[in-house]
Nanobody, 124 residues
Framework: QVQLVESGGGLVQAGGSLTLSCAAS????????LAWFRQASGKAREFVAA????????RYADSVKDRFAISRDNAKNTGRLQMNSLRAEDTAVYYC?????????????????WGQGTQVTVSS
C-alpha cells in the first residue's frame, strides 16, 4: 500500500503554469505505476497521465498532451505533474494515484491508492 499526498494546487490565469507534487510513503511506490486524474465539479473522474515505475513508459490524455508532463523521483518517493498553457477547462481537483501493476490504465478502478486531491482553478 502507498500513502499519497498532493500539493501545489491553486489559482492561475489561463496560459499560465502550475506544478503539482505527490508525496508518497511506503516502499511500494518505487514499483508502482503513478497516475494523475482530475475531477471537475459535477463530472466523472478523468484520466490525465500515467507513468510506469521505471519511467520508461508514459501515457497522456489527448486533452493534455504536449501541455502537461508527468515525472517521478523514486529515490525521493515523489511524483510531479508539470502543467503548462493552462486553460479554463483544466479547472478540477487533481488526484495522484498508484497501482501495483505495470499497465498504463486510464480507468480509476485500476488504481488502489489515492491522495486526497488538490484544487486547480484556471481563470479565463
Amino acid at each position: 500500500q502507498v500513502q499519497l499526498v498532493e500539493s501545489g494546487g491553486g489559482l492561475v490565469q489561463a496560459g499560465g503554469s502550475l506544478t503539482l507534487s505527490c508525496a508518497a510513503s511506503g516502499r511500494a511506490f518505487s514499483t508502482a505505476t503513478l497516475a494523475w486524474f482530475r475531477q471537475a465539479s459535477g463530472k466523472a473522474r478523468e484520466f490525465v497521465a500515467a507513468l510506469t515505475a521505471s519511467a520508461r513508459s508514459v501515457r497522456y490524455a489527448d486533452s493534455v498532451k504536449d501541455r502537461f508532463a508527468i515525472s517521478r523521483d523514486n529515490a525521493k518517493n515523489t511524483g510531479r505533474l508539470q502543467m503548462n498553457s493552462l486553460r479554463a477547462e483544466d479547472t478540477a481537483v487533481y488526484y495522484c494515484a498508484a497501482s501495483p501493476y505495470s499497465v498504463l490504465s486510464t480507468s480509476p478502478t485500476s488504481y488502489n491508492d489515492w491522495g486526497q486531491g488538490t484544487q486547480v482553478t484556471v481563470s479565463s
